[in-house]
């Protein structure tokens, strides 16, 4: 994509996600420029800071975002909400032609964690972000399983009360359904499951995230820390203060002391553990509102190559 051609795109809901995403979008270089910013609370901050950026906003939600102007120029729909709100927004985007990136746990359309597979839906109209919590650990589970069979994945992810909205509040069984179900479908655990921890400690603490895996079988622990490693890297191009917090921890259970579990009995194999740290980039949010930056960092990210990948494909038909 030329350095000139941009990707006008609107960002629907203007909380806290939403106007982070406005703000990384605003700085960045990069192809997309932002061309309308939707809410539903006239006297929203984010609404309101998009009105001093020059941003085109409207606050009557999607209705709105439909009848703006310049509803046909643009290219990428972020929808910031919440998963019935998501539901109810995709129901009259479905058939615009534009490329929705659901950052709720609605999950409407495939899954997407790019560094796993963001090369996989580049077509399809609606991607869901899965969670803040399945940005960052689907791809440690994922790199884990690039090395033995994950027969199961559990991850732990604890955040500030403070950075947890109305959103993130009331979606709380959707987090864990949709974080658990791509654990397996994209990180490629057999099973997984996920949990989420918001703590309300002050001053607000940073992200962390534990990953616990059980690995089939004899497996190269040191094979499996280069790939942790390798992946985490990935992560970083995108969201730059994600980070392992300690060394990778491997407990090995032989046949003679096999690690028994209630639901398919004695497991013999490797148990990884891969505790991590996410803090924010504070475009918009604090610094320890790393699980919200890693959603919006990820969604950019994903536009960005839709957009790269529409354009290189436009031009081999021209």
Not at 32 to 45: F, N, Q, W, Y
Not at 209 to 214: A, G, Q, R
Not at 276 to 282: C, K, P, R
């Amino acid at each position: 994509m030329s350095p000139q051609a941009k990707w006008p795109v609107a960002v629907i809901g203007a909380g806290n996600i939403g106007t982070d995403l406005m703000m990384k979008i605003l700085r960045s270089d990069g192809p997309l420029t932002v061309a309308a910013m939707v809410g539903i609370d006239p006297e929203s901050d984010g609404l309101a800071r998009a009105d001093r950026l020059g941003v085109p906003i409207t606050a009557r939600g999607i209705d709105g975002l439909l009848a703006m102007p310049n509803f046909t120029d643009i290219k990428v729909v972020f929808d910031a909400t919440s998963a019935d709100a998501h539901r109810a927004n995709w129901a009259k985007l479905s058939d615009t032609g534009v490329w929705v990136l659901d950052l709720t746990p609605a999950a409407v359309g495939p899954y997407c964690v790019p560094a796993v597979n963001i090369d996989d839906h580049l077509d399809a109209q609606n991607l869901n972000m899965v969670t803040c919590g399945g940005q960052a650990t689907v791809p440690i589970v994922a790199a884990v399983g690039q090395v033995g069979c994950v027969s199961y994945a559990e991850i732990v992810s604890s955040i500030s009360a403070k950075s947890a909205g109305p959103g993130t509040r009331a979606n709380i069984d959707e987090f864990t359904e949709t974080t658990a179900a791509a654990l397996e479908t994209v990180g490629g655990a057999q099973r997984g499951r996920a949990l989420i921890i918001l703590n309300p400690a002050d001053p607000p603490v940073l992200m962390r995230n534990t990953v616990y895996c059980l690995v089939e079988g004899e497996t190269d622990h040191g094979a499996i820390e280069r790939s942790i490693e390798a992946m985490v890297a990935r992560v970083r191009t995108y969201v730059p203060r994600y980070r392992l917090k300690q060394h990778v921890q491997f407990e090995t259970f032989a046949a003679a002391n096999p690690l028994f579990i209630p639901e398919t009995g004695k497991f013999t194999g490797t148990r990884v553990t891969v505790l991590l740290e996410v803090a924010g980039a504070a475009d918009y949010l604090p610094a320890y509102a790393g699980n919200l930056d890693i959603m919006t960092s990820a969604a950019k990210a994903t536009a960005e190559r839709i957009a790269t990948h529409a354009s290189q494909t436009t031009g081999a038909r021209s």
